[in-house]
C-alpha cells in the first residue's frame, strides 16, 4: 500500500510539473503574441 502510495505522489508530482512547463509556454506565447501585436 506504501509502494502505491509514493508512485502515485510520484506521478502526482510529473503531472504538476508538466502543467507548470505547459503554463509557462503558454505564457510565454502570450507575451510574444501581445508584444508582436503592439508592434504592427
Known amino acids: 500500500m506504501l ?3 509514493n508512485n502515485w ?9 508538466l502543467a507548470t512547463v505547459i503554463a509557462f509556454v503558454l505564457v510565454g506565447t502570450g ?10
Open 9 to 17: 505522489y510520484e506521478t502526482l508530482a510529473s503531472v504538476e510539473a
Open 31 to 40: 507575451v510574444i503574441m501581445l508584444v508582436q501585436g503592439r508592434r504592427r
Open 3 to 5: 509502494e502505491l502510495w
